[in-house]
C-alpha cells in the first residue's frame, strides 16, 4: 500500500505600544526569542537524537499495530514493513551499481543502514564467498564480512538474523561521530566498501561525515551511497507554503533542506575522495491523498528534525495544503504524486593502485585526426 518529511513554523507579531519614552543612559541590547533554539556547532542543522526517537517510535507503532491487526485478521505480510518501498527501490537501484563493480569488495559496512534493507539485497546479489587473498597458499574461501551501522537502536534490531542469509555485525553509532565509537574505532583503513541507502540527508555536516567514511576505507577502498536530492517532495514544500501564506501571512521550511545535485561532486572531493561520479534519478509515487503521504513519512521515521522546530503545523494550513496539493499536482484519478529525488554517489578513497589521470601533453592521437 503506498502511502515520505515534514517540518513546523515560526509566526512573529508585536503590538506597539503607545507609552511614554524615557531616556535611558545604558544601551538595550538585543535578546533571543524564546523560540530560537540554542548556539549550536557548525553544520549542526538537524536534531539527531529526536531523528532517533522518531524512528524507535515509527517501529514499536508500525509492530504494536501490526500485533493487533494480526490478532483480528491473520495474513501472511509483516506489518512492520509496510512503509519499506522507498527504502527498498533505493537499495535495489543502489545495489545494481555496487554489482558492477570490477572486483566485489570482500568486507562491506553499511551506513544509516535503518533495518539493513541494502545489506539483505547485497546478499542475494553478490556471493557470500570471496577467494582467499593471494599471501595464502590455500585455495580455501573465506565468508564476506558485513557491518550494519544505525543510529536508532529499534531500527538496528528490527529484522533479526534469520532474514540475512549471512548475519551482519551491528553497530549502535551515528553518521555524524561515527569514528567516536569504539567498534568503528577498530574498524579504520579496514573495510573495502562503504553503502548506504538513503539515511545521510540528515547529516548536517555531510562533508564531516564523508571524510570519517574515507578513514573507515582502506586504500582503493569504494564509497557507494543515495542521498535524497533538493527536489524531493517540491510539492508538498510548495503547497505548505502556499498554504501557509495564505492563512498566516508568512512561509517557514516544513521540508528539510537537502543537498543540491550540482554540489554532490564538490562535496565528495572535498572529503578527499577521487574518480568521483554522480548521477541523479527522480522516483515519483501517487498517493490517495496528503494524508497518506504525510502518514507514510511519520512511519518510515522522516517526520521534520530541524532544530528550533515548532511542534504542530496547525488543521487549517494543513487543510489548504490538500487542496492546493490537489489543485496544482493532483492526477486525473484523483490521485498526488511526490517526488523523491535520488542522487547516486560512488567515490575512490586514494591508493597506490587506483588510475591516474595522464599528464598534459602526453597523449599520442591528436584530437584533429579523430575530429
Do not use: C
Request: proline share 7%; aromatic share 6%; no cysteine.
Amino acid at each position: 500500500m503506498m502511502r515520505a518529511i515534514l517540518s513546523k513554523s515560526t509566526n512573529l507579531a508585536r503590538p506597539l505600544a503607545s507609552a511614554t519614552l524615557s531616556l535611558r543612559s545604558s544601551r538595550a541590547y538585543a535578546t533571543l526569542s524564546p523560540h530560537t533554539p540554542p548556539p549550536t556547532k557548525p553544520y549542526e542543522v538537524f536534531d539527531e537524537l529526536s531523528k532517533e526517537r522518531q524512528k524507535d517510535r515509527a517501529i514499536r507503532r508500525l509492530t504494536e499495530d501490526g500485533e493487533l491487526s494480526q490478532s483480528i485478521e491473520p495474513n501472511d505480510q509483516n506489518p512492520v514493513k509496510v512503509v519499506d518501498y522507498l527504502r527498498d527501490e533505493i537499495a535495489e537501484r543502489l545495489a545494481e551499481r555496487i554489482e558492477d563493480l570490477r572486483i566485489p569488495p570482500a568486507s562491506i559496512l553499511e551506513l544509516a543502514a535503518h533495518s539493513g534493507q541494502l545489506t539483505q539485497i547485497l546478499q542475494e546479489v553478490i556471493a557470500d564467498e570471496v577467494p582467499s587473498s593471494s599471501e595464502r597458499q590455500d585455495k580455501q574461501s573465506e565468508r564476506r564480512k558485513w557491518w550494519l551501522v544505525e543510529s536508532s537502536k529499534e531500527a538496528l534490531h528490527r529484522d533479526d538474523d534469520s532474514q540475512f542469509p549471512s548475519p551482519p555485525t551491528r553497530i549502535q553509532a551515528s553518521p555524524s561521530y561515527l569514528l567516536e565509537n569504539p567498534e568503528i574505532g577498530k574498524l579504520k583503513d579496514q573495510v573495502e566498501a562503504v553503502v548506504s541507502g538513503g539515511g545521510l540527508h540528515w547529516v548536517g555536516d555531510i562533508v564531516g561525515a564523508l571524510t570519517q567514511i574515507r578513514h573507515v576505507l582502506k586504500p582503493d577502498g569504494v564509497f557507494v551511497g543515495a542521498v535524497l536530492g533538493g527536489d524531493t517532495l517540491f510539492e508538498l514544500r510548495t503547497s505548505l507554503q502556499l498554504a501557509e501564506q495564505e492563512r498566516r501571512g508568512g512561509i517557514s521550511n516544513r521540508v528539510s533542506p537537502m543537498i543540491n545535485p550540482t554540489d554532490a561532486p564538490s562535496l565528495l572531493n572535498r572529503a578527499g575522495f577521487t574518480t568521483t561520479t554522480v548521477d541523479v534519478e527522480d522516483m515519483i509515487i501517487n498517493y490517495p491523498s496528503i494524508w497518506e503521504l504525510m502518514s507514510d513519512l511519520r512511519d518510515m521515521g522522516e517526520s521534520n528534525a530541524i532544530l528550533g522546530r515548532r511542534a504542530q503545523v496547525s488543521r487549517d494550513v494543513l487543510l489548504a495544503a490538500e487542496s492546493i496539493y490537489k489543485e496544482l499536482y493532483g492526477t486525473e484519478d484523483g490521485a498526488v504524486p511526490a517526488t523523491f529525488q535520488i542522487i547516486f554517489l560512488i567515490g575512490w578513497k586514494p591508493g597506490p593502485n587506483q588510475p591516474k589521470a595522464l599528464e598534459r601533453g602526453s597523449a599520442g592521437t591528436s584530437l584533429k585526426d579523430v575530429l
